[in-house]
């Protein structure tokens, strides 16, 4: 079993941020900003770069960041399990350190999804201004995912790709079923239209529903559109050949990665049939209307007893593709001090991405736990797959 309560991140950081320009101990902002602290000194950034983007987050959340933990959640984020508005993530390639994401939701706690997307997308402007950027892609869509009646479990989320140098990347993630689920096709053929897409929309596999629509905003080399969509009740088998991106990744590679996260035996090809497993297609050039990128993202939290095996799973992976996991520890030991084996959903998903041009990343999501931690689970047996 993997021990990461000796570990602690290299320096001497604080457990809270204790500058004027942060909110006060005890708050949801204190909280999130000092693990972002920590996990940005694991992912090499300096002190003056961390101390920007912990500032950044906080004042991104709004009033919602002075909220003392004490009291409960101020709404039922979607973003995670105990509705924490934020969420961290690490990207893993050999020989690199870890590229470290911060998701936020700038809207939470605005009282109604209308007013967590006015809130989100004033949010998101705010950011632009700071970092000089154009968020022209996104208002050529308000209309499409900012109704006046908005339904569906989300506003807006932002995500921040952190760079050395104060400048992050900056991605928007976007509701499909703001205008009715049953229009969440409908709405996002026709996002991918507006944006220079007519045809990627057909390209997308067969899915139980699209998830979310969301697009790169500010200094990418190539900007994004990305689709993404849930799949029940699938097995390794059938997620090898989700992807439509022309000639990689192989079905084998991407069955391989779906049976270790997922704790399946080799050739078994069992249903994860609880929390459904996720597939995203990014596009970036229209003439084939084919994607550039694909993604799975399994969703290890409700596939494991506790964390301890979420980490030995995500361990494994990262040797696979030559990565080192110790980077993963210290970034576990970054956002918590509890004992894996004393809960689980620490460890939210674990993902495979693939991009024309470069290697596969290893992607862990981690969850900043800071209303709840979910008990060990007792699990039972999961359905065999079809034949």
């Known amino acids: 079993m993997i021990d990461v309560r000796h570990r602690s991140p290299r320096g001497l950081l604080p457990a809270a941020p204790a500058s004027p320009a942060l909110p006060a101990a005890g708050t949801l902002g204190a909280h999130t900003a000092g693990q972002l602290l920590r996990l940005c000194e694991v992912a090499g950034l300096n002190a003056a770069d961390a101390a920007g983007y912990a500032q950044v987050l906080t004042t991104a959340l709004g009033p919602v960041a ?20 934020v969420e961290f993530s690490l990207s893993f390639e050999p020989g690199r350190a870890p590229s470290l994401r911060v998701l936020l939701e700038p809207g939470n706690g605005a009282g109604s999804l209308a007013r967590s997307g006015r809130a989100g ?10 970092w000089n950027f154009s968020t022209e892609r996104l208002d050529e869509l308000e209309d499409l995912f900012f109704p006046l009646s908005p ?11 952190l760079r050395p140098g104060g400048v992050p990347r900056v991605k928007v993630y976007l509701n499909p079923a703001a205008c009715g689920a049953q229009r969440s096709a409908e709405t996002v053929r026709e996002a991918l239209r507006r944006l220079g897409h007519p045809q990627a929309f057909d390209a997308l596999p067969e899915s139980d529903r699209v998830l979310f629509f969301a697009l790169d905003l500010g200094d990418w080399d190539v900007p ?9 009740e699938i097995s390794a088998s059938s997620a090898g050949h989700l992807s439509r991106m022309p000639g990689e990744p192989r079905s084998a590679e991407i069955e391989a990665f779906f049976r270790t996260a997922s704790g399946l035996d080799e050739g078994q090809d069992t ?3 609880r929390r459904p497993v996720q597939g995203c297609h990014a596009f970036t050039e229209a003439a084939s209307g084919l994607p550039g990128g694909f993604t799975l993202y399994v969703p290890v939290r409700d596939y494991v007893r506790h964390d301890g095996e979420a980490l030995e799973r995500a361990s494994a992976l990262l040797r696979n593709y030559g990565a080192d996991p110790a980077q993963l520890l210290d970034s576990v030991a970054a956002v918590t001090s509890r004992r894996p084996e ?46």
């Open 66 to 85: 002075r909220r003392p933990l004490a009291l409960p959640a101020p709404s039922r984020s979607f973003l995670s399990d105990d509705h924490t508005p």
């Open 121 to 130: 997308l004033r949010a998101v402007r705010a950011l632009a201004r700071r």
């Open 151 to 161: 339904q569906g479990p989300l506003a807006l989320w932002c995500a921040l790709e």
């Open 224 to 232: 994004r559109v990305k689709v993404y969509t849930a799949h029940n």
């Open 271 to 273: 249903l994860l049939d």
């Open 342 to 387: 004393d809960g689980t959903g620490l460890i939210a998903y674990l993902a495979l991405a693939h991009q024309a041009g470069r290697p596969p990343r290893v992607t862990v999501y981690i969850s900043s736990e800071a209303y709840r931690v979910r008990p060990p689970a007792v699990l039972a047996p999961q359905a065999g797959a079809a034949h």
